[in-house]
Protein backbone atom coordinates (compact mmCIF):
# COMPACT_ATOMS: atom_id res chain seq x y z
CA UNK A 1 0.00 0.00 0.00
CA UNK A 2 3.10 2.39 -0.25
CA UNK A 3 2.37 3.62 -3.73
CA UNK A 4 1.32 6.88 -4.18
CA UNK A 5 -2.05 7.57 -5.74
CA UNK A 6 -2.85 10.97 -8.19
CA UNK A 7 -6.31 12.13 -8.32
CA UNK A 8 -6.49 15.38 -10.83
CA UNK A 9 -9.80 17.45 -9.90
CA UNK A 10 -11.11 18.74 -6.65
CA UNK A 11 -14.74 18.73 -7.39
CA UNK A 12 -17.40 16.25 -5.94
CA UNK A 13 -15.69 12.99 -7.58
CA UNK A 14 -12.07 13.98 -6.83
CA UNK A 15 -12.72 15.02 -3.60
CA UNK A 16 -14.44 12.21 -2.40
CA UNK A 17 -12.22 10.20 -4.45
CA UNK A 18 -9.40 11.71 -2.31
CA UNK A 19 -10.65 11.05 0.80
CA UNK A 20 -11.63 7.53 0.76
CA UNK A 21 -8.24 6.56 -1.08
CA UNK A 22 -6.97 8.66 1.85
CA UNK A 23 -8.99 6.98 4.92
CA UNK A 24 -7.35 3.41 3.52
CA UNK A 25 -4.00 4.33 4.10
CA UNK A 26 -2.90 5.47 0.55
CA UNK A 27 -0.77 8.88 0.21
CA UNK A 28 -2.50 10.70 -2.15
CA UNK A 29 -1.72 13.50 -4.62
CA UNK A 30 -4.95 15.70 -5.38
CA UNK A 31 -4.03 18.18 -7.70
CA UNK A 32 -6.91 21.19 -9.05
CA UNK A 33 -6.75 24.40 -11.20
CA UNK A 34 -7.67 26.39 -8.21
CA UNK A 35 -7.05 29.31 -7.09
CA UNK A 36 -4.46 30.17 -9.64
CA UNK A 37 -7.06 29.77 -12.20
CA UNK A 38 -10.97 28.41 -12.71
CA UNK A 39 -13.23 27.57 -15.02
CA UNK A 40 -15.69 29.90 -16.92
CA UNK A 41 -18.76 28.18 -14.08
CA UNK A 42 -16.51 28.38 -10.90
CA UNK A 43 -14.93 31.26 -8.89
CA UNK A 44 -14.75 30.27 -5.18
CA UNK A 45 -11.17 28.64 -4.26
CA UNK A 46 -12.97 26.04 -2.16
CA UNK A 47 -12.96 22.57 -3.30
CA UNK A 48 -16.34 20.51 -4.75
CA UNK A 49 -17.81 23.75 -5.49
CA UNK A 50 -21.33 24.06 -6.42
CA UNK A 51 -21.72 26.06 -10.01
CA UNK A 52 -25.31 25.43 -9.93
CA UNK A 53 -28.09 24.57 -7.82
CA UNK A 54 -27.60 24.46 -4.07
CA UNK A 55 -29.84 21.15 -3.83
CA UNK A 56 -28.63 17.89 -3.75
CA UNK A 57 -32.02 16.54 -4.38
CA UNK A 58 -34.74 14.48 -2.61
CA UNK A 59 -33.93 13.30 0.76
CA UNK A 60 -36.43 10.22 -0.04
CA UNK A 61 -35.07 7.28 0.57
CA UNK A 62 -38.24 5.21 -0.06
CA UNK A 63 -39.75 7.40 -2.73
CA UNK A 64 -36.79 8.93 -4.49
CA UNK A 65 -33.85 6.62 -6.86
CA UNK A 66 -31.53 10.29 -5.65
CA UNK A 67 -32.46 9.86 -2.03
CA UNK A 68 -31.78 5.80 -2.34
CA UNK A 69 -28.27 6.91 -3.36
CA UNK A 70 -27.30 9.00 -0.88
CA UNK A 71 -28.28 6.58 1.88
CA UNK A 72 -26.17 4.49 0.15
CA UNK A 73 -23.77 6.73 0.08
CA UNK A 74 -23.87 7.42 3.64
CA UNK A 75 -23.66 3.76 4.01
CA UNK A 76 -20.00 3.99 2.29
CA UNK A 77 -19.06 6.75 4.37
CA UNK A 78 -19.17 9.67 2.03
CA UNK A 79 -17.69 12.78 2.53
CA UNK A 80 -20.32 14.96 0.30
CA UNK A 81 -22.91 13.08 2.56
CA UNK A 82 -20.90 14.28 5.85
CA UNK A 83 -20.57 17.94 4.47
CA UNK A 84 -24.06 18.15 3.37
CA UNK A 85 -25.43 17.36 7.33
CA UNK A 86 -23.38 19.73 8.63
CA UNK A 87 -24.41 22.75 6.04
CA UNK A 88 -28.27 21.92 5.10
CA UNK A 89 -30.49 24.21 5.08
CA UNK A 90 -34.57 24.05 4.90
CA UNK A 91 -35.46 22.62 1.83
CA UNK A 92 -39.01 20.36 2.60
CA UNK A 93 -38.15 17.28 1.26
CA UNK A 94 -35.04 17.80 -0.74
CA UNK A 95 -31.51 17.86 0.58
CA UNK A 96 -30.32 21.72 0.39
CA UNK A 97 -26.86 23.14 1.68
CA UNK A 98 -25.43 26.67 2.19
CA UNK A 99 -22.89 26.43 -0.82
CA UNK A 100 -20.19 28.51 1.37
CA UNK A 101 -20.13 26.20 4.47
CA UNK A 102 -20.19 23.04 2.07
CA UNK A 103 -17.00 23.50 0.05
CA UNK A 104 -15.71 25.29 2.94
CA UNK A 105 -15.86 21.84 4.86
CA UNK A 106 -14.50 19.76 2.49
CA UNK A 107 -12.03 21.97 1.87
CA UNK A 108 -10.97 21.71 5.40
CA UNK A 109 -10.98 18.03 5.88
CA UNK A 110 -9.06 17.02 2.47
CA UNK A 111 -6.51 19.81 3.52
CA UNK A 112 -5.95 18.58 6.94
CA UNK A 113 -5.83 14.83 5.98
CA UNK A 114 -2.18 13.51 7.13
CA UNK A 115 -2.33 11.10 3.73
CA UNK A 116 -3.33 13.51 1.28
CA UNK A 117 -1.13 16.33 -0.65
CA UNK A 118 -3.08 19.16 -2.46
CA UNK A 119 -0.95 20.56 -5.76
CA UNK A 120 -2.31 23.56 -7.67
CA UNK A 121 -1.28 22.69 -11.04
CA UNK A 122 -3.36 22.09 -14.22
CA UNK A 123 -2.96 18.59 -15.76
CA UNK A 124 -1.85 18.82 -19.63
CA UNK A 125 -2.14 14.39 -20.21
CA UNK A 126 -3.50 11.53 -18.32
CA UNK A 127 -0.63 11.43 -15.87
CA UNK A 128 1.19 8.19 -14.48
CA UNK A 129 -0.38 5.50 -13.14
CA UNK A 130 -2.10 4.69 -10.38
CA UNK A 131 -4.64 7.29 -11.42
CA UNK A 132 -8.33 9.00 -11.26
CA UNK A 133 -9.36 11.38 -13.45
CA UNK A 134 -11.81 13.81 -12.08
CA UNK A 135 -12.16 16.38 -13.75
CA UNK A 136 -15.87 17.33 -14.39
CA UNK A 137 -17.80 18.14 -17.52
CA UNK A 138 -15.47 21.27 -18.41
CA UNK A 139 -12.53 19.27 -19.03
CA UNK A 140 -10.65 21.19 -21.92
CA UNK A 141 -7.31 21.91 -23.35
CA UNK A 142 -4.64 19.94 -23.37
CA UNK A 143 -6.03 17.58 -21.19
CA UNK A 144 -8.90 17.21 -23.14
CA UNK A 145 -6.63 16.48 -26.41
CA UNK A 146 -4.62 13.66 -24.93
CA UNK A 147 -7.51 11.84 -23.50
CA UNK A 148 -9.25 11.64 -27.22
CA UNK A 149 -5.83 11.22 -28.54
CA UNK A 150 -5.22 8.01 -26.21
CA UNK A 151 -8.68 6.86 -26.06
CA UNK A 152 -9.33 7.29 -29.97
CA UNK A 153 -11.28 10.64 -29.72
CA UNK A 154 -12.95 9.68 -26.04
CA UNK A 155 -14.47 13.12 -25.29
CA UNK A 156 -17.81 13.42 -26.74
CA UNK A 157 -19.79 16.51 -26.41
CA UNK A 158 -23.38 17.72 -26.00
CA UNK A 159 -25.53 20.34 -25.28
CA UNK A 160 -28.85 18.91 -24.73
CA UNK A 161 -30.95 16.19 -23.54
CA UNK A 162 -34.29 14.66 -23.78
CA UNK A 163 -36.15 13.40 -21.05
CA UNK A 164 -36.99 10.00 -19.89
CA UNK A 165 -39.96 8.24 -18.94
CA UNK A 166 -41.15 5.25 -17.00
CA UNK A 167 -42.49 2.28 -19.17
CA UNK A 168 -44.81 1.82 -16.59
CA UNK A 169 -46.63 5.08 -16.52
CA UNK A 170 -47.55 5.29 -20.18
CA UNK A 171 -51.19 5.43 -21.01
CA UNK A 172 -50.76 2.41 -23.94
CA UNK A 173 -54.08 3.15 -24.81
CA UNK A 174 -52.69 5.65 -26.88
CA UNK A 175 -49.90 4.72 -28.17
CA UNK A 176 -48.60 2.12 -30.60
CA UNK A 177 -45.36 0.43 -31.33
CA UNK A 178 -43.79 -0.10 -34.46
CA UNK A 179 -41.28 2.20 -37.48
CA UNK A 180 -41.93 4.49 -39.90
CA UNK A 181 -43.95 2.59 -42.75
CA UNK A 182 -44.13 -0.82 -40.97
CA UNK A 183 -40.71 -1.27 -40.52
CA UNK A 184 -39.72 -3.05 -37.19
CA UNK A 185 -40.93 -2.21 -33.79
CA UNK A 186 -38.03 0.24 -32.33
CA UNK A 187 -40.28 2.35 -31.22
CA UNK A 188 -43.36 3.16 -29.09
CA UNK A 189 -45.43 5.99 -30.92
CA UNK A 190 -47.76 8.99 -28.86
CA UNK A 191 -50.34 10.04 -31.54
CA UNK A 192 -52.05 13.67 -31.26
CA UNK A 193 -54.67 15.10 -33.55
CA UNK A 194 -54.94 18.53 -34.20
CA UNK A 195 -56.34 20.35 -30.96
CA UNK A 196 -53.97 18.13 -28.93
CA UNK A 197 -51.09 19.04 -30.85
CA UNK A 198 -52.60 23.03 -30.77
CA UNK A 199 -52.49 22.65 -27.14
CA UNK A 200 -48.95 21.16 -26.66
CA UNK A 201 -47.88 23.68 -28.86
CA UNK A 202 -49.19 26.80 -26.68
CA UNK A 203 -47.86 25.51 -23.91
CA UNK A 204 -44.26 24.46 -25.27
CA UNK A 205 -43.54 28.00 -26.61
CA UNK A 206 -44.68 29.99 -23.71
CA UNK A 207 -43.40 27.65 -21.23
CA UNK A 208 -40.58 29.12 -18.29
CA UNK A 209 -36.90 27.81 -19.59
CA UNK A 210 -34.23 27.73 -17.40
CA UNK A 211 -30.83 29.84 -17.38
CA UNK A 212 -27.98 28.97 -18.96
CA UNK A 213 -24.70 30.35 -17.96
CA UNK A 214 -22.72 32.95 -20.13
CA UNK A 215 -19.88 30.46 -21.30
CA UNK A 216 -22.63 28.25 -22.82
CA UNK A 217 -24.87 30.68 -24.42
CA UNK A 218 -22.07 31.22 -26.70
CA UNK A 219 -21.96 27.68 -27.71
CA UNK A 220 -25.10 25.99 -27.07
CA UNK A 221 -26.73 25.99 -30.14
CA UNK A 222 -23.64 24.45 -31.96
CA UNK A 223 -25.26 21.01 -31.32
CA UNK A 224 -28.61 19.51 -31.75
CA UNK A 225 -31.60 22.07 -31.22
CA UNK A 226 -33.88 22.24 -28.11
CA UNK A 227 -37.36 21.80 -28.81
CA UNK A 228 -38.76 24.94 -27.75
CA UNK A 229 -36.23 27.03 -30.21
CA UNK A 230 -37.58 24.77 -32.53
CA UNK A 231 -41.19 25.12 -32.20
CA UNK A 232 -40.78 29.12 -31.89
CA UNK A 233 -40.25 28.81 -35.74
CA UNK A 234 -43.81 28.15 -36.24
CA UNK A 235 -46.58 25.98 -35.40
CA UNK A 236 -45.79 23.28 -38.26
CA UNK A 237 -42.21 23.10 -37.24
CA UNK A 238 -42.06 20.20 -34.83
CA UNK A 239 -45.02 18.13 -37.74
CA UNK A 240 -42.13 18.50 -40.24
CA UNK A 241 -39.21 17.48 -37.80
CA UNK A 242 -39.58 15.41 -34.53
CA UNK A 243 -42.60 15.06 -34.71
CA UNK A 244 -43.77 14.29 -38.27
CA UNK A 245 -46.58 11.59 -38.79
CA UNK A 246 -45.27 10.60 -42.46
CA UNK A 247 -45.00 7.04 -42.57
CA UNK A 248 -47.26 6.13 -39.32
CA UNK A 249 -50.66 5.33 -39.71
CA UNK A 250 -54.04 4.25 -37.72
CA UNK A 251 -55.78 1.03 -38.13
CA UNK A 252 -57.66 2.09 -40.25
CA UNK A 253 -55.06 3.55 -42.41
CA UNK A 254 -55.53 6.67 -41.65
CA UNK A 255 -52.46 9.62 -41.48
CA UNK A 256 -52.48 11.15 -37.84
CA UNK A 257 -51.47 14.80 -37.26
CA UNK A 258 -48.53 14.58 -35.46
CA UNK A 259 -46.61 12.10 -33.86
CA UNK A 260 -44.16 11.80 -30.60
CA UNK A 261 -41.90 8.58 -31.51
CA UNK A 262 -40.44 6.91 -27.94
CA UNK A 263 -36.80 4.89 -27.84
CA UNK A 264 -36.19 2.71 -25.15
CA UNK A 265 -33.59 3.90 -22.56
CA UNK A 266 -32.19 0.21 -21.58
CA UNK A 267 -32.64 -3.46 -22.71
CA UNK A 268 -35.06 -3.89 -19.95
CA UNK A 269 -37.56 -1.68 -21.90
CA UNK A 270 -37.90 0.16 -18.35
CA UNK A 271 -37.56 3.44 -19.66
CA UNK A 272 -38.45 5.21 -22.74
CA UNK A 273 -36.28 8.23 -23.87
CA UNK A 274 -38.37 11.63 -25.95
CA UNK A 275 -36.80 11.53 -29.25
CA UNK A 276 -35.83 14.83 -30.51
CA UNK A 277 -37.42 16.21 -27.24
CA UNK A 278 -33.74 17.82 -26.22
CA UNK A 279 -35.48 20.99 -23.89
CA UNK A 280 -34.29 23.51 -21.84
CA UNK A 281 -37.61 24.26 -19.76
CA UNK A 282 -37.57 24.18 -16.17
CA UNK A 283 -38.47 20.80 -14.97
CA UNK A 284 -42.01 21.24 -13.51
CA UNK A 285 -42.40 23.27 -16.89
CA UNK A 286 -41.50 19.75 -18.79
CA UNK A 287 -43.64 17.37 -16.79
CA UNK A 288 -46.83 20.56 -17.46
CA UNK A 289 -45.78 20.71 -20.84
CA UNK A 290 -45.08 16.34 -22.39
CA UNK A 291 -48.29 15.40 -19.97
CA UNK A 292 -50.48 17.33 -22.71
CA UNK A 293 -49.31 14.47 -24.45
CA UNK A 294 -52.45 12.10 -24.45
CA UNK A 295 -50.17 8.93 -23.93
CA UNK A 296 -47.78 10.54 -21.56
CA UNK A 297 -50.64 12.02 -19.25
CA UNK A 298 -49.70 10.45 -15.99
CA UNK A 299 -46.34 10.13 -17.39
CA UNK A 300 -43.28 9.40 -14.42
CA UNK A 301 -39.89 10.94 -15.18
CA UNK A 302 -37.37 9.59 -14.58
CA UNK A 303 -35.10 11.94 -16.07
CA UNK A 304 -35.65 15.65 -17.11
CA UNK A 305 -34.02 17.16 -19.97
CA UNK A 306 -31.22 19.35 -19.17
CA UNK A 307 -28.63 21.76 -21.63
CA UNK A 308 -25.78 22.51 -20.72
CA UNK A 309 -21.65 22.02 -22.16
CA UNK A 310 -21.04 18.86 -21.03
CA UNK A 311 -17.77 16.95 -22.01
CA UNK A 312 -18.26 12.96 -21.16
CA UNK A 313 -16.43 9.82 -22.23
CA UNK A 314 -17.96 7.32 -24.76
CA UNK A 315 -17.83 5.03 -21.65
CA UNK A 316 -19.36 2.08 -23.05
CA UNK A 317 -16.64 2.16 -25.01
CA UNK A 318 -13.69 3.20 -23.00
CA UNK A 319 -14.55 2.45 -19.21
CA UNK A 320 -15.24 -0.90 -17.71
CA UNK A 321 -18.24 -0.85 -14.31
CA UNK A 322 -14.92 -0.58 -12.22
CA UNK A 323 -14.49 3.14 -13.41
CA UNK A 324 -11.23 1.79 -14.87
CA UNK A 325 -9.90 2.00 -18.69
CA UNK A 326 -10.53 -1.24 -20.47
CA UNK A 327 -7.39 -0.71 -22.19
CA UNK A 328 -5.98 -1.99 -18.75
CA UNK A 329 -3.62 -0.18 -16.13
CA UNK A 330 -4.36 1.69 -13.04
CA UNK A 331 -5.97 4.46 -15.17
CA UNK A 332 -9.35 5.23 -13.25
CA UNK A 333 -11.99 7.97 -14.04
CA UNK A 334 -14.86 9.68 -11.76
CA UNK A 335 -17.54 12.09 -11.93
CA UNK A 336 -19.73 13.16 -14.93
CA UNK A 337 -16.95 13.31 -17.35
CA UNK A 338 -17.86 9.32 -16.63
CA UNK A 339 -21.42 9.78 -17.98
CA UNK A 340 -23.23 10.19 -14.53
CA UNK A 341 -25.41 13.46 -14.18
CA UNK A 342 -25.71 15.06 -11.18
CA UNK A 343 -24.06 16.43 -8.24
CA UNK A 344 -25.01 13.25 -6.16
CA UNK A 345 -24.37 10.58 -8.45
CA UNK A 346 -20.88 12.63 -9.76
CA UNK A 347 -19.80 12.11 -5.86
CA UNK A 348 -21.15 8.20 -5.79
CA UNK A 349 -18.68 7.66 -8.88
CA UNK A 350 -15.51 9.06 -7.03
CA UNK A 351 -16.13 7.07 -4.36
CA UNK A 352 -16.12 4.06 -6.44
CA UNK A 353 -13.72 4.55 -8.43
CA UNK A 354 -11.32 4.77 -5.08
CA UNK A 355 -12.61 1.94 -3.73
CA UNK A 356 -11.99 -0.38 -6.54
CA UNK A 357 -8.26 1.03 -7.17
CA UNK A 358 -7.72 0.85 -3.89
CA UNK A 359 -8.75 -2.77 -3.84
CA UNK A 360 -6.66 -3.35 -7.22
CA UNK A 361 -3.64 -1.87 -5.34
CA UNK A 362 -3.98 -4.71 -2.47
CA UNK A 363 -4.19 -7.82 -4.24
CA UNK A 364 -7.76 -8.23 -4.27
CA UNK A 365 -10.56 -9.14 -6.15
CA UNK A 366 -12.94 -6.64 -8.11
CA UNK A 367 -15.99 -6.28 -6.46
CA UNK A 368 -18.86 -4.07 -8.05
CA UNK A 369 -21.94 -2.61 -5.78
CA UNK A 370 -24.47 -5.49 -6.01
CA UNK A 371 -26.50 -4.21 -9.47
CA UNK A 372 -30.04 -3.71 -7.63
CA UNK A 373 -28.13 -0.95 -5.51
CA UNK A 374 -28.12 2.58 -7.11
CA UNK A 375 -24.21 2.38 -7.17
CA UNK A 376 -24.32 -0.60 -8.70
CA UNK A 377 -26.44 -0.11 -11.36
CA UNK A 378 -25.07 3.35 -12.33
CA UNK A 379 -21.60 1.66 -12.39
CA UNK A 380 -22.97 -0.86 -14.95
CA UNK A 381 -24.81 1.98 -17.09
CA UNK A 382 -21.59 3.45 -18.12
CA UNK A 383 -19.81 0.13 -18.70
CA UNK A 384 -22.86 -1.28 -21.22
CA UNK A 385 -23.23 -1.15 -24.75
CA UNK A 386 -25.18 2.00 -25.50
CA UNK A 387 -24.90 2.68 -29.36
CA UNK A 388 -26.78 5.97 -28.00
CA UNK A 389 -25.00 6.92 -24.71
CA UNK A 390 -25.48 10.09 -22.97
CA UNK A 391 -25.09 10.89 -19.43
CA UNK A 392 -27.43 9.46 -16.74
CA UNK A 393 -28.64 10.40 -12.82
CA UNK A 394 -30.34 7.98 -10.44
CA UNK A 395 -33.67 6.63 -11.36
CA UNK A 396 -35.60 3.20 -10.19
CA UNK A 397 -35.79 2.39 -14.00
CA UNK A 398 -31.75 1.17 -13.77
CA UNK A 399 -32.93 -1.37 -10.88
CA UNK A 400 -35.46 -3.04 -12.22
CA UNK A 401 -38.43 -1.33 -11.41
CA UNK A 402 -40.63 -2.88 -14.36
CA UNK A 403 -39.50 -6.54 -13.11
CA UNK A 404 -41.07 -6.34 -10.06
CA UNK A 405 -44.49 -7.42 -10.89
CA UNK A 406 -45.80 -4.64 -8.11
CA UNK A 407 -48.34 -2.52 -9.80
CA UNK A 408 -48.53 0.33 -6.93
CA UNK A 409 -45.46 2.54 -7.22
CA UNK A 410 -45.19 3.29 -3.87
CA UNK A 411 -45.13 0.03 -2.48
CA UNK A 412 -42.66 -1.11 -5.55
CA UNK A 413 -40.40 2.05 -4.99
CA UNK A 414 -40.39 0.63 -1.16
CA UNK A 415 -39.43 -2.60 -2.13
CA UNK A 416 -36.61 -1.22 -4.43
CA UNK A 417 -35.20 0.61 -1.58
CA UNK A 418 -35.18 -2.09 0.69
CA UNK A 419 -33.75 -4.44 -1.41
CA UNK A 420 -30.73 -1.73 -2.27
CA UNK A 421 -30.43 -1.11 1.55
CA UNK A 422 -29.58 -4.78 2.09
CA UNK A 423 -27.15 -5.16 -0.30
CA UNK A 424 -24.94 -2.26 -0.22
CA UNK A 425 -24.88 -3.01 3.23
CA UNK A 426 -23.52 -6.60 2.45
CA UNK A 427 -21.29 -5.15 -0.04
CA UNK A 428 -19.47 -2.91 2.71
CA UNK A 429 -19.04 -6.11 4.90
CA UNK A 430 -17.36 -7.69 2.15
CA UNK A 431 -15.19 -4.43 1.68
CA UNK A 432 -13.97 -5.07 5.31
CA UNK A 433 -13.21 -8.19 4.45
Not at 35 to 60: G, I, M, Q, R, Y
Not at 184 to 194: A, E, S, V
Request: hydrophobic residues 40%; neutral net charge; contains cysteine.
Amino acid sequence: MARRVKVVGAGLAGCEAAWRLAEEGLKVELSDIKPKSFTPAHESCDFAELVCSNSLKSNDIYGNACGLLKEEMRILGSLTMEAAARSAVPAGGALAVNREEFAAYITKKIKSHPNIEVVCEEAESIPPEPCIIATGPLTAGRLAEDISQKLGGGLHFYDASAPIVSAGSIDYSRAFVGGRYGKGDDYLNCPMNREEYGAFYSALVSAERAQLHSFEKREIFEGCMPLEIMAARGEDTLRFGPFKPVGLRDKEGNAYYAVLQLRKENLEGSAYNLVGCQTNLKFGEQKRVFSLIPALKNAEFLRYGVMHRNSYLNSPEVLSADFSLKAGGDVFFAGQITGVEGYVESAASGILAAIHLSRRLQGKEAALPPEHTVCGALSRYIAAPNANFQPMNANFGLLGAAATGIRDKKERYKHLAERALGQIREYKELLCQ
